[in-house]
Every structure is written in structure tokens, then in C-alpha cells.
Nanobody
């Protein structure tokens, strides 16, 4: 198990930017592929972005492609989600998740560990 703590959520106007951070502890960070997911009120948790164990492969949901960037810093045991050109429909609780292994995935049920979430609200 790896423990995950997200930070960086806030309220921002449409068109603005935020950077979410997820700090990991408890296991060797490089053993894990990482992902960001989000859940809006009344909706199921959905995939946002993922990154493989060494950072050379990334995947994005179509809804965020070109606006969001996932990255990782293994020296800091941290994964980031840079969010630009935010839209009201990006409003959700954002969760960081880890999966033991090298390959990044997009399915929530395949993730092994989850953070507590951080709220992102985009006002119009």
C-alpha cells in the first residue's frame, strides 16, 4: 500500500489554471503507475489522466486533452496535474490513485490506493 495526499484544489474562474499535487509515502514511488480521477456530484468517478512508472507514457481523457498535463517527480514522491483553460464542467473532487506496476491504466477499479480527494470548483 502507498499513502496518497492530494493538495491544490481551490475555486477558480473559468479560463483559469490550477496545479494539483499528490504526495506519496509508504512504498517506493517508482514501483507505481499513477493516475488522476474525478467525481462530480451525482456522477460516477471518471478517469482524467495517468502516467506510467517512469513518466514516458501519459494518457488523457478526451475532455481534458490539450488542457491538462500529468507529470511526476520521483525525487519528491509526487505526481502533479496541471490544469489550464478550466471550464465549469471540470468542477469535481479530484482523486489521486496509484497502481503497483509499470503500466498506466484508465480504469478506476484497477487502482490499488486512493487519496482523500481535493475539491476543484470552476465558476462561470
Amino acid at each position: 500500500q502507498v499513502q496518497l495526499v492530494e493538495s491544490g484544489g481551490s475555486t477558480v474562474q473559468a479560463g483559469g489554471s490550477l496545479r494539483l499535487s499528490c504526495a506519496a509515502s509508504g512504498r517506493t514511488f517508482s514501483w507505481f503507475a499513477m493516475g488522476w480521477f474525478r467525481q462530480a456530484p451525482g456522477k460516477e468517478r471518471e478517469f482524467v489522466a495517468s502516467i506510467n512508472w517512469n513518466g514516458d507514457s501519459t494518457y488523457y481523457a478526451d475532455s481534458v486533452k490539450g488542457r491538462f498535463t500529468i507529470s511526476r517527480d520521483d525525487a519528491k514522491n509526487t505526481v502533479y496535474l496541471q490544469m489550464n483553460s478550466l471550464k465549469p464542467e471540470d468542477t469535481a473532487v479530484y482523486y489521486c490513485a496509484a497502481r503497483r506496476g509499470r503500466v498506466a491504466v484508465t480504469t478506476p477499479s484497477l487502482m490499488d490506493s486512493w487519496g482523500q480527494g481535493t475539491q476543484v470548483t470552476v465558476s462561470s
